[in-house]
């Protein structure tokens, strides 16, 4: 609720009160009904206590409602500034580029599964929604094999990597032949072909990447890339995002709940509340499971809870809603 509510509601609180007790009403309300409500406040001063006294019972019934009423707003407000405050602990957290590159050139990649993400394999049919043949993006795709399980369903898949070495490694331990070849629109970066599987990886900043590039999607599958993108850069993520989301599109994402006093990221702590800020303008946001997923990784960094969250996400007013 926001201050608006809450001051409309304390103004109410004091009509219903003056009503109750027969206190005149001093309140700008302009000069003719405010004359009138003084003197209905008048008459009921002047009535007999049996009159007065039920009123009384009512105002203490009422007051129970309004106290309710009040430490909800209490509550919510406390609640959101302490996301605020939350979210403020990871705001100048900034992982450059080149320390990514770096990390794979170190094999620390401790964020890659080598099997199919259960989430993934939970909701792929709300996904797919009895679709087939659908074109798929994974930013900061890695070396998923997400990818290739889709692909070998008939489903295409595109997937913007910064690290060649993940993308190389993608099709090496896939068994998978590729053609290597430039990409005009962005200077310096690559793209990374299999025709037999319907499979491109480009090798670029995922902000360079647009629609006119290679188009629009009808699902994104968003596991680790919001989470680890700096969180100064989310607004311009979600457009992008946006950007790329074809009219039947389904988007999966996968955030992460913890507490950042704990931990700094990546990855990062993103609250639902930001997830529906950054998306609901434009699009539904429908969670579609929060699961415990503390494991002794992370209880190494130092957490004592880790939560996982998947959402489903998807245009307003769209087919892809039905």
Known sequence: MNEDFTGCLLVWCGFLNSWVNGIPVKYNLGPSLSSRVDQRAGDRARSTSDRYAPRQTAMRATDVLLFSLLCHVAAGSSAQVNISR?????????????????????????????????????????????????????????????????????????????????????????????????????????????????????????????????GRFGAIWDRGSLVAINPKDRKKYAALIVSLIDEDCRYLLDTFLYNPDQYR????????????????????????????????????WGLDSFMENIHLITLKNSSATK
């Open 86 to 214: 939350m979210l403020g602990q990871q705001a100048e957290r900034v992982m450059a580029l080149g320390e990514w590159e770096e990390r794979w050139q170190q094999d620390r990649i401790g964020f890659h599964q080598p099997t199919v993400h259960r989430m993934l394999e939970k909701n792929l049919d709300k996904v797919l929604n009895g679709r087939t043949g659908v074109r798929f993006f994974f930013p900061l795709c890695g070396k998923a094999i997400d990818m290739k399980w889709l692909a070998d369903q008939g489903h295409s898949v595109v997937g913007v990597e910064i690290s060649e070495k993940g993308i190389q490694q993608f099709f090496e331990e896939n068994n998978m032949t590729f053609s290597e070849e430039p990409v005009p629109e962005i200077p310096g970066a690559k793209v990374f072909r299999n025709p037999e599987k319907n499979i491109s990886l480009y090798q670029c900043d995922l902000f360079q990447f647009s629609s006119s590039i290679a």
């Open 265 to 300: 990221g990546p990855p990062f702590f993103v609250p639902d509340e930001q997830v529906r800020s950054l998306f609901g303008s434009s699009c539904n946001v429908e969670l579609l499971q929060s699961v415990d997923a503390l494991t002794d990784r992370q209880r190494d």
